[in-house]
Nanobody, 119 residues
Framework: QVQLVESGGGLVQAGGSLRLSCAAS????????MYWYRQAPGNQRELVAL???????NYADSVKGRFTMSRDAGKNTVYLQMDSLKPEDTAVYYC?????????????WGQGTQVTVSS
């Protein structure tokens, strides 16, 4: 059972930056892919960014060029650097780790961290 704990959310003005962290309870390479999702009030949870075990990253079009996902294996932590923030980035941000098990997947979720961007 992998535990994920997010931190780094807060209130920031439009155009500002925040860095979110997601600390895992074990080696992050035990997970095939790690993701950042977000959910705004009244909206479905949406994928923001991912990083594979091999280090390949991918981003939602809405954040491409502004957000950067990275990792520090020594700290078992992944990060989401968010620059040029917009009010529409306001949401609860969740870290997810996916582990392939046989022909299926096991998903681990953090508790979420609130990001609020004021205009």
């Amino acid at each position: 059972q992998v535990q994920l704990v997010e931190s780094g959310g807060g209130l920031v003005q439009a155009g500002g930056s925040l860095r979110l962290s997601c600390a895992a309870s074990e080696n992050i390479f035990s997970l095939d892919t790690m993701y950042w999702y977000r959910q705004a009030p009244g909206n479905q949870r949406e994928l923001v960014a991912l990083i594979t075990r091999s280090g390949i990253t991918n981003y939602a079009d809405s954040v491409k060029g502004r957000f950067t996902m990275s990792r520090d294996a020594g700290k078992n932590t992944v990060y989401l650097q968010m620059d040029s923030l917009k009010p529409e980035d306001t949401a609860v941000y969740y870290c997810n780790g996916r582990q392939r098990v046989g022909f299926g997947n096991t998903d681990y979720w953090g508790q979420g961290t609130q990001v609020t961007v004021s205009s």
